[in-house]
């Protein structure tokens, strides 16, 4: 069932759940961060206690939930659990209700008729679902057991009696007994193709609505306890909906203006505000990653806009961003030096110069609306600065560090006093920004993006120098997007995988598919060719679908070309 209606989130989900433990289940990304530290805020200021458990896949969230059902009788999802039957899935009891706050769609439909899911949504978002008798049931399905069973009976009456017995009439009947049963099989086989094709109209597309950390911050918005903090952490997961591609800009443009008109102006009023109180303000940023803690050539030297833009790993392209930056009129020594660290007048002007000179370089989307909080005179982070600090310490692969540690690092980062934690992963942003950009270099230089007909791709070698970072969804994702407008053009009307080695499982790799550039980048159909590749392959190899994100799957090494064949006969047919 839906909670749609804002003034609802407070007596229909947050009333229920402060009678007893909560338990909190959260997939580990940007905007879970974001959602949970939302809701612990709101958690910690009624004394209701909870645990908080981080899943990174669908096995994960099934151990999760059976070592801690007992403990509690709700369970709050966040990012996970409404694409699957969650009361299926994990096998819970009639007493357990579950309230899921999750932007992946389509959901389930089981979640969607069920008394014991609560779907929290956003009142504007309008979905078409089937109706329970279109999917669920065949209205004609008794009758036709029903005549079979009475058809058997009378045959074996018959067959008990003399021959002589059987007259005109019973023959009759039987006649139309059969007649009966042809219509009825008839009209069974034209409800089930009905279903089949509204199911596949249904469940066609994967992609991402209102993020969550927006909804929970609706929901203190009802209690009367939002504050800069929590509109801040709303502003950081809706940002990473836009860096990684998962809503379109029109959406971010929608949901930016009303935390600005609703929250951002209401909460930061100029004539109040001082050095102890954090201070939000909207503005245009730059599409380079990091460059307030890099330095402006380095950022457009990785960032994936600029560096695909300029085809900065040839002769050509590097040239092409030396006369970019003479052209702005920032001397090379400056545009190499930190930032920070810059001329005041030339780090002021940055922004002006190249929104005027980005379009001669068909940089159109050069700049975009978000948002910047400052604390005190030192701590001031854009948003785009948090989202890929947060990536950075959930992707973290050093040491033993396990993903779960890593999430609660992310969550305490979020903390105005913790602001050496969020500096921290910004170092191991920039890390990751260079693999990123010296792994497609390496691609580009030893040509090793193949064409399969219906589709192009490419792997990572364990031999790879920064297999490491890629065994994680997200930055595989990102290194996904970032290849695909590499390639020639008509390769680029193609879909894009990408494979890389599974560090939690030797001897198997990940296989992660992007939608072709001239589609809607945010709205993935592969995961539904994947399906149909794997019923192809009917069920001689083992591969599965564990992560919350669509068109991602893992399989043994010599499994894959098997797949890659099956997915090329799927996607040609």
Same mark, same amino acid.
Request: with cysteine; net charge negative.
């Given at each position: 069932?839906?909670?749609?209606?804002?003034?609802?989130?407070?007596?229909?989900?947050?009333?229920?759940?402060?009678?007893?433990?909560?338990?909190?289940?959260?997939?580990?990304?940007?905007?879970?961060?974001?959602?949970?530290?939302?809701?612990?805020?709101?958690?910690?200021?009624?004394?209701?206690?909870?645990?908080?458990?981080?899943?990174?896949?669908?096995?994960?969230?099934?151990?999760? !939930?059976?070592?801690?059902?007992?403990?509690?009788?709700?369970?709050?999802?966040?990012?996970?659990?409404?694409?699957?039957?969650?009361?299926?899935?994990?096998?819970?009891?009639?007493?357990?209700?579950?309230?899921?706050?999750?932007?992946?769609?389509?959901?389930?439909?089981?979640?969607?008729? #069920?008394?014991?899911?609560?779907?929290?949504?956003?009142?504007?978002?309008?979905?078409?679902?089937?109706?329970?008798?279109?999917?669920?049931?065949?209205?004609?399905?008794?009758?036709?057991?029903?005549?079979?069973?009475?058809?058997?009976?009378?045959?074996?009456?018959?067959?008990?009696?003399?021959?002589?017995?059987?007259?005109?009439?019973?023959?009759?009947?039987?006649?139309?007994? *059969?007649?009966?049963?042809?219509?009825?099989?008839?009209?069974?086989?034209?409800?089930?193709?009905?279903?089949?094709?509204?199911?596949?109209?249904?469940?066609?597309?994967?992609?991402?609505?209102?993020?969550?950390?927006?909804?929970?911050?609706?929901?203190?918005?009802?209690?009367?306890?939002?504050?800069?903090?929590?509109?801040?952490?709303?502003?950081?997961?809706?940002?990473?909906?836009?860096?990684?591609?998962?809503?379109?800009?029109?959406?971010?443009?929608?949901?930016?203006?009303?935390?600005?008109?609703?929250?951002?102006?209401?909460?930061?009023?100029?004539?109040?505000?001082?050095?102890?109180?954090?201070?939000?303000?909207?503005?245009?940023?730059?599409?380079?990653?990091?460059?307030?803690?890099?330095?402006?050539?380095? #950022?457009?030297?990785?960032?994936?806009?600029?560096?695909?833009?300029?085809?900065?790993?040839?002769?050509?392209?590097?040239?092409?961003?030396?006369?970019?930056?003479?052209?702005?009129?920032?001397?090379?020594?400056?545009?190499?030096?930190?930032?920070?660290?810059?001329?005041?007048?030339?780090?002021? #002007?940055?922004?002006?110069?190249?929104?005027?000179?980005?379009?001669?370089?068909?940089?159109?989307?050069?700049?975009?609306?978000?948002?910047?909080?400052?604390?005190?005179?030192?701590?001031? !982070?854009?948003?785009?600065?948090?989202?890929?600090?947060?990536?950075?310490?959930?992707?973290?692969?050093?040491?033993?560090?396990?993903?779960?540690?890593?999430?609660?690092?992310?969550?305490?980062?979020?903390?105005? #006093?913790?602001?050496?934690?969020?500096?921290?992963?910004?170092?191991?942003?920039?890390?990751?920004?260079?693999?990123?950009?010296?792994?497609?270099?390496? !691609? *580009?230089?030893?040509?090793?993006?193949?064409?399969?007909?219906?589709?192009?791709?490419?792997?990572?070698?364990?031999?790879?120098?920064?297999?490491?970072?890629?065994?994680?969804?997200?930055?595989?994702?990102?290194?996904?997007?970032?290849?695909?407008?590499?390639?020639?053009?008509?390769?680029?009307?193609?879909?894009?995988?990408?494979?890389?080695?599974?560090?939690?499982?030797?001897?198997?790799?990940?296989?992660?598919?992007?939608?072709?550039?001239?589609?809607?980048?945010?709205?993935?159909?592969?995961?539904?060719?994947?399906?149909?590749?794997?019923?192809?392959?009917?069920?001689?190899?083992?591969?599965?679908?564990?992560?919350?994100?669509?068109?991602?799957?893992?399989?043994?090494?010599?499994?894959?070309?098997?797949? !890659?064949?099956?997915?090329?006969?799927?996607?040609?047919?």
């Amino acid at each position: 069932m839906f909670v749609d209606r804002t003034d609802h989130l407070r007596s229909q989900v947050y009333d229920v759940l402060r009678r007893e433990r909560v338990l909190i289940l959260a997939a580990i990304d940007v905007d879970s961060v974001s959602a949970c530290k939302i809701f612990q805020s709101l958690l910690c200021s009624d004394g209701i206690q909870y645990s908080l458990v981080p899943v990174s896949g669908r096995q994960s969230l099934k151990q999760a !939930f059976q070592e801690h059902a007992e403990q509690a009788r709700h369970v709050v999802l966040v990012n996970c659990g409404a694409t699957i039957s969650v009361v299926d899935e994990l096998d819970a009891s009639e007493e357990t209700h579950f309230y899921i706050f999750d932007s992946h769609r389509p959901f389930d439909l089981y979640n969607v008729y #069920s008394d014991k899911v609560h779907l929290i949504k956003s009142p504007d978002e309008d979905l078409d679902f089937p109706q329970p008798e279109e999917v669920f049931s065949d209205p004609e399905e008794d009758d036709i057991d029903s005549d079979e069973e009475v058809a058997d009976s009378y045959e074996d009456s018959l067959g008990d009696g003399d021959d002589d017995e059987v007259g005109e009439p019973q023959a009759k009947r039987r006649a139309v007994s *059969m007649k009966r049963k042809a219509q009825l099989r008839r009209e069974k086989r034209v409800w089930e193709q009905k279903r089949a094709d509204i199911l596949f109209k249904y469940f066609e597309f994967y992609y991402h609505s209102t993020a969550s950390s927006l909804i929970m911050l609706e929901l203190a918005h009802h209690m009367s306890k939002d504050n800069n903090d929590l509109v801040w952490w709303a502003i950081v997961g809706l940002t990473e909906q836009l860096l990684y591609q998962r809503i379109d800009r029109e959406r971010y443009v929608t949901d930016a203006a009303q935390l600005q008109e609703r929250f951002v102006l209401r909460l930061n009023n100029p004539s109040t505000s001082s050095v102890h109180t954090l201070r939000i303000q909207f503005d245009q940023e730059l599409r380079l990653a990091l460059y307030r803690h890099w330095s402006i050539y380095d #950022s457009m030297l990785h960032s994936e806009y600029t560096s695909v833009n300029f085809k900065v790993w040839t002769q050509h392209g590097q040239k092409l961003l030396h006369e970019f930056l003479a052209n702005m009129g920032l001397p090379l020594v400056q545009s190499k030096q930190k930032f920070v660290a810059m001329d005041k007048d030339i780090r002021n #002007s940055v922004k002006v110069w190249m929104e005027e000179l980005s379009p001669k370089y068909r940089l159109d989307d050069m700049m975009y609306g978000s948002f910047v909080a400052q604390f005190g005179y030192q701590h001031k !982070f854009s948003a785009a600065d948090v989202v890929y600090s947060l990536t950075g310490l959930l992707e973290n692969t050093d040491g033993q560090s396990a993903y779960s540690m890593n999430f609660f690092k992310a969550i305490d980062s979020l903390s105005r #006093s913790n602001s050496d934690v969020l500096r921290k992963g910004i170092a191991l942003a920039m890390e990751h920004q260079l693999a990123l950009s010296q792994q497609v270099r390496l !691609f *580009m230089d030893m040509n090793q993006i193949i064409s399969a007909g219906s589709f192009t791709y490419t792997y990572i070698d364990e031999s790879s120098p920064h297999h490491r970072f890629f065994s994680n969804t997200v930055l595989l994702t990102r290194l996904a997007r970032y290849l695909q407008p590499t390639t020639r053009k008509r390769s680029q009307q193609l879909p894009f995988l990408l494979s890389a080695p599974c560090r939690s499982a030797p001897e198997t790799c990940v296989v992660l598919g992007v939608p072709a550039a001239r589609e809607s980048a945010h709205k993935n159909y592969l995961s539904r060719a994947f399906e149909a590749a794997v019923r192809h392959m009917k069920g001689t190899v083992q591969i599965e679908f564990d992560s919350f994100e669509p068109a991602v799957v893992q399989m043994r090494y010599e499994d894959r070309p098997r797949f !890659f064949d099956a997915l090329t006969a799927v996607l040609e047919s």
